[in-house]
């Protein structure tokens, strides 16, 4: 356990790092490609400089990204592939979740 702290407190934190929809959308990028610069990620999300610093930093602070310098360009790539994954099980679980609502909602029109 890090820190010798309690592993659900652990993952607790690991959520705190997710809880936004821009660093959803930043890592689902990163997931799609091996890295990309500061310049593309700009471009793809369309928010200003620093806002997006400001979400990099949080998602480097919770160790779900890593950042590297080449000169004048900062390229970021996912701390552990497996961050991919952990997105992808999430898309899943809200796919599952829609599809029982929409066959409820179905199933409450054939009734009534």
């Known amino acids: ?3 010798g702290r309690p592993l659900n407190e652990v993952k607790a ?3 705190k ?3 936004h929809p821009v660093r ?3 890592l689902e ?3 799609e490609q091996d890295e990309r610069t500061v310049a593309e990620l700009l471009e793809i999300t369309g928010l200003e400089a620093s806002h997006l610093s400001q979400h990099l930093r949080v998602l480097r602070g ?3 990204v890593r950042s ?3 000169a004048s360009t900062v390229a970021y790539r996912l701390a552990h592939p ?3 994954s952990l997105l992808a099980a999430a898309r899943n679980v809200l796919h599952d979740s829609l599809r029982e609502s929409q066959e409820l909602v179905v199933e409450a029109g054939a009734a009534g």
């Open 24 to 26: 959803i959308r930043v």
């Open 17 to 19: 790092g997710l809880a």
């Open 68 to 70: 590297e310098r080449r």
């Open 13 to 15: 934190d690991l959520f």
């Open 29 to 31: 990028l990163l997931a």
């Open 1 to 3: 356990m890090p820190g």
């Open 62 to 64: 919770y160790d779900l």
């Open 82 to 84: 497996s961050v991919g």
